[in-house]
């Protein structure tokens, strides 16, 4: 089962942060281009950087957190399948 999501959905549910603090490892990103709440281009890049501030790792937390906590029922379900 494939079922498309619009990328704010995965933005907002902490799961690009989540998917790049990885990626950093290997000196990785996935990188969001938005203007005025408008998407404009994803795409990957080399970065430099490894890891993200202590405060938004804290904001990335609670939304994986918040994610899980609100589709662990139909996650479950899918892994029982």
Do not use: C
């Not at 089962?1 to 799961?15: H, P």
């Not at 989540?18 to 990188?31: E, K, S």
Request: proline share 2%.
């Amino acid at each position: 089962m494939v079922k498309k999501r619009e990328w704010k959905e995965f933005r907002d549910s902490g799961l690009l942060w989540f998917i790049n603090t990885t990626l950093h490892l290997f000196g990785w990103a996935i990188v969001f281009d938005v203007e005025d709440e408008e998407m404009l281009e994803v795409y990957p890049a080399r970065v430099k950087f490894r890891g993200f501030p202590e405060e938004i790792n804290s904001e990335g937390y609670a939304k994986v957190s918040s994610h899980m906590q609100k589709n662990i029922a139909s996650i479950t379900k899918e892994n029982m399948m």
